[in-house]
């Protein structure tokens, strides 16, 4: 089955830096696009990151800049590199792929990993 894994999330300073990597299982990797969201307390989930199977990467104008996303297809990873970290960049992040099931489009989500930005 379809299996996402994040990790790498902490405790960070303003203006620090984390890495998070979620590891894929149980499809194509290298063949789908995918995304990384966030939801902080309160709030919607929103995207922060895509990278398409080409490479392609969009970003919202509140982490353009300051996010990079990446992916290893050879280790069916995708990688989120956070710089200039933000208090209201808190939340948890979350790695998402939307896979073509039979006829049918399916989202699936990995767990989360918290990412807390504070003195």
């Known amino acids: 089955q379809v299996l996402l894994v994040e990790s790498g999330g902490g405790l960070v300073q303003p203006g620090g830096s984390l890495r998070l990597s979620c590891v894929a299982s149980g499809f194509s990797f290298r063949h789908d696009a995918m995304s990384w969201y966030r939801q902080a307390p309160g709030k919607e989930r929103e995207l922060v990151a895509t990278?398409?199977?080409?490479?392609?990467?969009n970003s919202p104008d509140s982490v353009k800049g300051r996010f990079t996303i990446s992916r290893d297809n050879a280790q069916n990873t995708v990688y989120l590199q956070m710089n200039s970290l933000k208090p209201e960049d808190t939340a948890v992040y979350f790695c998402?792929?939307?896979?073509?099931?039979?006829?049918?489009?399916?989202?699936?989500w990995g767990q989360g990993t918290q990412v807390t930005v504070s003195i």
């Open positions: 998402y792929v939307k896979i073509l099931v039979g006829y049918n489009w399916s989202d699936y």
């Open positions: 990278i398409t199977s080409a490479g392609s990467t």
